[in-house]
C-alpha cells in the first residue's frame, strides 16, 4: 500500500486528550531513526483517538505496527473499521438518515434509545473473537460519539457510556472518505485489547514506542481519566514507568507524553522522580475540557523521551 495514493486519514472518533493539536509540536521530537526510515515498527499501547498512529502511518516508513488498549469498544470500533468498513459505513448511514430526520426534540429521543440499546447490548458482547455482531455495535459507538455532549467518552463503573444528549444541528455522523481511509491505513495494524504490559513478548527491538496514558490529575476538580471503567491510578503510573525502563533497550525509542503537574503545584515532582533518568520536554496544549470555560486555555504537557 502506497499511503501517498490515499486521501489523509485522521482520527474518525472525538476522543479526550486527543493529540492532533500536538502533532507539529510531536514532529520535532521524533526519533531521527523513523524520520530516515530505520524504524519501520511502531507500537502505541494507549490507542485512545488514534491521531498519532494515523499521522506516524502516513508520514513515515512504518512497516508494522501494534496498538492496542483496555477500552473494549474502542478496539472493537478500531477493528470493525480495519475489517469490514463498508458494512460499518452502511450502518452509519442508517443511523445518520434516522437521526436527521427527525426535530431537535425527538432527536434527543433517539439518542437516548440508541444509548440505552447500546448499553443493554453489551452483555451480548464477545469482546475477545472479532464477529460481525461488532459492527452495529462500532456504528452506535460512532454516532454516539458524534451526537453526545462535547464529544466526551465516558462509562460508568458498570461499563455502561452515560454522557448525555449534544444539542448540534448537524453533527458529522458519518464522513465515508475518512473511514475508507483509515481502513485502508489500519491494514499495517494488528489491534489488540490487553493491558499495556501483556504485549511485551511482541517487542523485540527497533520499535518507536508512543505511550499516551490517561493523565495525571494535575488538581482534585480536573480528574478525567475513565475513559474506560478501569482508573488509572499512581501506582499505574508507576508500574507503567517501570515498563517504559524495561522496553528502553535493544534500539527502542520511546515518548511518552503525560501532564504536568507543575501548572497547579510548581513543587510537584512526580514525574521528575519517576522518569529522573531521562529527558523531559514541556510542550503546550490547549485544555479541551473544562466545564468552567475560563479554565480553558494554554497548559503545559510533558514529553518523555529515552534518546
Known sequence: MDNRDLSVAKPFLKWAGGK???????????????????????YEPFLGGGAVFFFIAQNYPIEKAYISDVNEDLVLTFSVVQKNVFELIDEL?????????????????????????????????DFNKYSTDWIPRAAKLIFLNKTCFNGLFRLNRKGEFNV??????????????????????????????????????????????????????????SSFTSYS????????QKRLAQFYRELGVNGN??????????????????????????????VQANRM????????GKINELLILNY
Open 93 to 125: 448511514t442508517s443511523l445518520k438518515f434516522e437521526y436527521l430526520n427527525r426535530d431537535e426534540h425527538i432527536r434527543e429521543k433517539y439518542f437516548y434509545e440508541i444509548r440505552e440499546l447500546f448499553n443493554s447490548e453489551r452483555v451480548k458482547i
Open 229 to 236: 471503567k478501569y482508573d488509572f491510578t499512581d501506582d499505574d
Open 20 to 42: 492532533t493539536q500536538l502533532l507539529e509540536q510531536f514532529t520535532r521530537y521524533f526519533p531521527t531513526e523513523l524520520k530516515n526510515g530505520t524504524l519501520k515498527k511502531y
Open 164 to 221: 448525555p444528549f449534544g444539542r448540534y444541528k448537524n453533527p458529522g455522523i458519518l464522513d465515508k472518505e475518512n473511514l475508507v481511509s483509515a481502513s485502508r491505513v489500519l491494514q499495517i495494524a494488528e489491534i489488540f485489547l490487553t493491558d499495556f504490559e501483556n504485549i511485551k513478548n511482541k517487542i523485540n527491538d527497533d520499535f518507536f514506542i508512543y505511550f499516551d496514558p490517561p493523565y495525571r490529575p494535575i488538581s482534585i476538580t
Open 289 to 296: 475540557i473544562n466545564c468552567n470555560g475560563d479554565k480553558r
Open 253 to 282: 525509542k520511546l515518548m511518552l507524553s503525560n501532564s504536568d503537574p507543575k501548572n497547579e503545584n510548581p513543587s510537584d515532582h512526580f514525574f521528575e522522580i519517576l522518569y529522573n533518568k531521562f529527558k523531559i520536554i514541556r
